[in-house]
């Protein structure tokens, strides 16, 4: 049973095109993120919803827009991708802002 | 100053001693503190979660919280070579979207 998970785990996109990730929690939490970590390992928060509602919006170039149709699901799409968009993007969920987040795969993002 | 530090090594042990990593942080109301396990082309795994002052045990791992110092470390005993990875420290801070602040982390090598 995989508590948070992630997909795709690997994409491979040109310069300019849009893509989509997608993540979804079945540990019944209340509140999800969206982290970025890029080769230097620094786990940078992106994005965090309470109940479908966000709570975190970081500084983060408006082609990211995240969107969370239900409490299980966070999802993330970026438009015109860049080659500084390449890293690994991490989804967790805590049961509540104040508990420990419990994270997914990862999906590792390559703009060529 | 960094909001959450940690000393970036590599802190190597040989297998079987204790190894200590170290975290300190600047927001003095500070209430939750994380302890992940991250391994190389892996997502951030939680290892301990401590709240309030003074050790928490979990088999072969000690949390140890001093707010006063403001300062958060994680022993383990025994190290195993499987116990090399970074160790990441999180703190979440005490502003009102209670963000969950990341150290660099810890780079953790165990000799066999």
């Known amino acids: 049973d995989t508590a948070v998970s992630q997909t795709p785990k690997y994409l491979v996109t040109q310069m300019g095109n849009d893509k989509s990730i997608k993540c979804e929690q079945n540990l019944g939490h209340d509140t999800m993120y969206w982290y970025k970590q890029d080769s230097k390992k620094f786990l940078k928060i992106m994005f965090s919803?309470?109940?479908?509602?966000?709570?975190i919006n970081e500084t983060v170039p408006n082609r990211f827009s995240p969107k969370s149709p239900d409490k299980a699901h966070l999802n993330l799409h970026i438009n015109s991708l860049e080659l500084g968009d390449s890293a690994v993007y991490f989804c967790?969920?805590?049961?509540?802002?104040?508990?420990?987040?419990?994270f997914g795969p990862g999906t590792r993002l390559t703009v060529t | 100053q960094k909001e959450v530090e940690q000393n970036s090594g590599p802190l190597s042990v040989p297998e079987g001693a204790i190894a200590s990593l170290n975290c300190t942080y600047s927001?003095?109301?500070?209430?939750?503190f994380f302890w992940y396990r991250q391994y190389s082309g892996k997502s951030p795994e939680l290892i301990m979660s401590i709240y309030s002052n003074g050790d928490k045990e979990d088999g072969r791992f000690t949390a140890q919280l001093n707010k006063a110092s403001q300062y958060v470390s994680l022993l383990i005993r025994d190290s195993q070579p499987s116990d090399s990875a970074t160790y990441l420290c999180?703190?979440?801070?005490?502003?009102?979207?209670?963000?969950?602040?990341w150290g660099l982390g810890t780079s953790l090598a165990v000799n066999p």
């Open positions: 999180a703190v979440i801070n005490a502003g009102n979207n209670r963000k969950l602040i």
């Open positions: 967790a969920s805590s049961k509540d802002r104040s508990y420990e987040q419990y």
């Open positions: 919803y309470n109940n479908k509602e966000l709570i």
């Open positions: 927001d003095r109301g500070s209430q939750s």
